[in-house]
């Protein structure tokens, strides 16, 4: 409970590859048996682990987008769909027209997913590609790592079994990403917003590629199946 899975890996699994390698030889049956095991386990910590930081990116407040605000619109005539719950006027520097500090997050070079701790104390109001951002940036360290690791243990196995392994461990979490995707977009107005995480997008698919990772591509092109269409409906 609450250790990381990669310790037992690097520290513990990855001493006895050798063994593996040789009980793939010598009782291939046992050896099948021994890897859908270590599957139906990873799947299980993935999607729990992952199913709670969503949780807590779920508590990240995200400014409301208001369908009657227009590009030349009167800018005095802020209409009610503006203001905040709870009476705050926090989108009165929101401008859902101007990109601004919002093109920071496609510049910043720090690598490193939001915690959910950090997540559920932020009281501040962001864009969309916030969550859509740490979600994916989580997913793509987490699906490299497990690759890398696979790819070194179960060395008998050739890639494209171990990448159907991988994507058969991440199943859950793809969904839960997909899920996460539809929940920020489906009725938002954020044009920019989802210009945004498409350019993000791109940074996860280019970050895979460059580390060798084959088995996200997938979910990529998935992601991009929600995101140009509803940017497309915005548009219209």
């Given amino acids: 409970p609450n250790i990381n899975s990669q310790i037992i890996q690097q520290q513990r699994l990855v001493k006895f590859k050798d063994l593996y390698s040789y009980l793939s030889k010598a009782h291939s049956a046992l050896a099948g048996e021994i890897a859908q095991a270590y599957i139906n386990t990873m799947r299980w910590y993935y999607t ?8 807590a990116l779920e508590k990240i ?5 208001d369908r009657n605000e227009v590009l030349g619109g009167d800018p005095s005539a802020h209409r009610t769909g503006n203001i905040l719950p709870g009476g705050r006027a926090g989108s009165a520097a929101h401008d859902p027209f101007s990109l601004g500090r919002r093109i920071d997050i496609l510049r910043n070079s720090n690598q490193q997913a939001l915690s959910s701790y950090l997540a559920e104390q932020d009281n501040a109001y962001h864009g969309i590609e916030v969550p859509f951002r740490n979600f994916n940036v989580a ?10 690791f696979l790819t070194e243990f179960f060395s008998p196995l050739t890639f494209h079994e171990i990448s159907r392994k991988v994507t058969e461990i991440f199943q859950p979490v793809f969904s839960l990403g997909q899920t996460l995707t539809k929940k920020l977009i489906d009725n938002t107005t954020d044009s920019l917003g989802i210009l945004v995480c498409v350019r993000l997008n791109q940074h996860s698919a280019f970050e895979l590629q460059r580390r060798k990772v084959p088995v996200a591509d997938s979910y990529i092109n998935g992601i991009n199946m929600h995101l140009w269409p509803r940017f497309q409906v915005i548009m219209d």
Wanted: proline share 4%; charged share 15%.
């Fill in 48 to 55: 729990s682990n992952f199913t709670r930081y969503l949780q």
């Fill in 61 to 65: 407040k995200v400014y409301p987008s």
């Fill in 139 to 148: 997913l793509v360290d987490n699906v490299s790592a497990e690759y890398s």
